[in-house]
């Protein structure tokens, strides 16, 4: 939260420039004002913004203005050439896939019969306004009053010291939250409107607020403003050169670089753990990894990743791979490597990946290690069909899983988090058009964004501001990398999986019939281990904690500090977060943690001590291709390094 706003430092003011002045005069004010420092607390403050300042250079803006324009032209006529079928594309994609309006109008429509609501909401919001001026003309005569309004705790796009100790960017932000505030209210308070509309439209007015924030706005972001005045506006020249870039790579819509995609490579110096490939199949190819241990434990380990994302989330650096790690510690590792389909594959189903994907690759462990028993990983979505093909498993008598790890998986999506907000019936038929549209798959591109929607300000509008209106260039950041190299999806399977297991929630009814098969979680016996991150968005702790109820054998939940990738990628050598551990499993989860005990660091080794406990025993060292499937290709594979739409 921010801090006390205290007196102004003293104004500098660049003074009317008349005939009699030096020329020369008004371009000193920037550069004295760049020198000039403001001390608070003893500490070298942050450099005092001013609106009214210019650029030493007027000239020099000038070119650069019309450098930009030159290029913006260029990318305009380039835009032209291929607009026939981008207007195409619009006629044939739905207009509002969100239904925003609809979301919106249903709320407000609640007011039509209690204007007087309305006229309430409507007169807190003059009060507030009146107190902000009130406010804002006691500081101009020197006071130091209280703010009507401030920042939520955590919310950093207002740390820059400006927007405390200068007078008309505090009026703005505070005017900011304030307005912010009376919309948020009025989606709340609507009348005979349900919850779930309700949350829907605050969630879109969340974006709204977002998209509108004055830290979007190289005017009033004091950080923007003074790297304007440092670099002599080469930052707008630098943001404009990147925003072109970004829309050239996205054919003609934004494609956003959340970090510098020249930095890494595939097998390079990303995803690098010596392993083969081994078996594959045209849904996924099976990686399995070189020993680096004498003995490893008898028991083969296969893991199942989420088919939207890319396996290497797993085999990121040396440092910080689950997979190297597992293998360090004895393991002979397998991971499916799904593949990124494209138009062909649009009527690949639920029932496709499984039996291609988790029973293909149960069979092809099998033949490499000779054992007729596996240890699993399930990560997000491949633990929601891990979970799925153990229930078909059980109801066939098929033993060869022998225990079950699910990292921030889900069975039952009765809280399952903003994400129930995209699924309702015509959220669905609209997204239906839109895979239509691209040819019968849902580009992967499309799934970033929904996930980037969930932490807009984090993901979002910090990134335009650093890449556009900054001009830096992003970072190299290998998580980041990793979440923009999007996966594609086929129809069927996507909307498979959005219509029965978040919206109608059948997996955790007992309602899913497989091939003739009913699901039912309860017949699922074999040991469980589930982990949840705290502050999971997108698998919130509280649904995985309902999920690990819904199994009828021995079930382990842990729940790591913070969320749904850092929460998982967390080894012992980083020492950081925490962990806490229950052995029970009580009705709700706020009693689970209230009886918890927490430990600090990685809850890797917590969860290997589990693992083995269920997987005892100890073989020779397996060397992929000596057993009965013969080397295809060295890891991490071809099928990884096909990029999505």
């Keep these: 939260m921010s801090k006390k706003p205290t007196k102004s430092a003293k104004k500098v003011t660049s003074k009317k420039v008349t005939k009699k002045a030096p020329k020369k005069a008004p371009r000193k004010a920037p550069k004295k004002l760049a020198k000039k420092s403001v001390k608070s607390g003893g500490k070298k403050a942050a450099k005092p913004v001013l609106p009214e300042a210019i650029l030493e250079d007027p000239a020099k803006l000038q070119g650069l203005m019309a450098e930009m324009g030159s290029k913006g032209q260029a990318f305009l006529r380039e835009y032209i050439e291929t607009q026939p079928r981008r207007v195409l594309k619009q006629f044939e994609e739905p207009q509002d896939p969100l239904d925003v309006g609809g979301a919106i109008n249903e709320v407000f429509s609640g007011y039509a019969a209690h204007p007087e609501k309305l006229m309430q909401i409507q007169f807190g919001l003059w009060e507030d306004f009146g107190k902000l001026w009130m406010s804002a003309s006691n500081r101009a005569m020197g006071g130091d009053p209280e703010p009507v309004a401030m920042p939520e705790a955590g919310d950093r796009r207002f740390n820059h010291e400006a927007w405390q100790k200068n007078q008309m960017l505090d009026f703005i932000k505070q005017s900011y939250l304030i307005t912010g505030r009376w919309l948020r209210q009025s989606v709340m308070e609507a009348e005979h409107v349900d919850e779930h ?50 829309l050239q790579r996205g054919k003609g819509e934004l494609a956003m670089k959340h970090t510098d995609l020249q930095a890494y490579e595939v097998g390079v110096n990303i995803a690098t753990t010596p392993g083969k490939v081994v078996f594959q199949n045209d849904v996924l190819q099976l990686i399995q990894y070189n020993p680096s241990t004498e003995k490893v434990a008898k028991r083969p380990l296969l893991i199942f990743p989420p088919w939207i994302n890319k396996f290497y989330i797993l085999d990121l650096q040396p440092e910080n791979s689950l997979i190297r790690w597992l293998v ?138 650093d890449n556009y209106l900054k001009g830096k260039e992003p970072k190299k950041f290998d998580l980041l990398y990793w979440n923009d190299d999007a996966t594609n999806q086929p129809k069927a399977l996507h909307l498979f999986y959005l219509k029965n297991f978040y919206r109608d929630n059948m997996l955790s009814k007992g309602k899913m019939v497989l091939d003739g098969v009913r699901l039912d979680l309860k017949k699922v016996t074999i040991p469980i281990f589930m982990q949840a991150g705290e502050r999971d968005h997108i698998a919130p702790y509280r649904s995985v904690y309902n999920s690990a109820r819904k199994f009828g054998g021995d079930v382990t939940y842990l729940l790591a500090g913070s969320g749904h990738i850092a929460g998982v990628i967390n080894p012992p050598s980083k020492n950081k977060y925490y962990y806490r551990t229950n052995k029970s499993l009580p009705a709700k989860v706020e009693k689970w943690v209230a009886q918890s005990t927490h430990f600090p660091g990685s809850w890797w080794p917590y969860w290997l001590q589990w693992l083995e406990r269920q997987s005892k025993g100890e073989v020779p060292a397996r060397i992929p291709g000596a057993g009965g499937l013969p080397v295809i290709e060295d890891a991490p594979g071809s099928y990884v390094k096909i990029k999505g739409v």
Excluded at 232 to 243: F, I, P, S
Excluded at 330 to 347: A, E, H, Y
Excluded at 372 to 388: F, P, Q, V
Excluded at 416 to 422: E, P
Aim: charged share 20%; net charge negative; glycine share 8%.
């Design 328 to 465: 360090e510690q004895g393991r002979t590792v397998f991971v499916c490597s799904w593949i990124n389909p494209g138009p062909q594959m649009r009527d690949y189903s639920f029932s496709d990946y499984m039996h291609k994907g988790i029973f293909a690759a149960l069979d092809a462990v099998g033949k490499a290690t000779g054992e007729d028993e596996a240890d699993t990983i399930g990560y997000c979505i491949g633990g929601t069909m891990l979970a799925s093909a153990l229930c078909y498993m059980a109801n066939k008598g098929d033993k060869r899983i022998a225990s079950a790890t699910f990292f921030t998986a889900q069975t039952d999506f009765s809280e399952a988090g903003d994400l129930l907000l995209f699924v309702d019936d015509k959220q669905i038929e609209n997204m239906e058009k839109q895979i239509d549209a691209a040819g019968g798959i849902l580009p992967g591109s499309a799934m970033s964004k929904t996930f980037n929607m969930l932490r807009p300000n984090d993901l979002i509008w910090s990134v335009y501001i």
């Design 197 to 246: 509309t309700k949350a829907r439209a605050l969630f879109h007015v969340e974006q709204y607020l977002s998209a509108i924030a004055p830290t979007n706005f190289p005017t009033t972001n004091p950080e923007v403003l003074e790297e304007t005045l440092r670099t002599q506006g080469e930052n707008l020249k630098r943001g404009y050169q990147n925003y072109l870039d970004d």
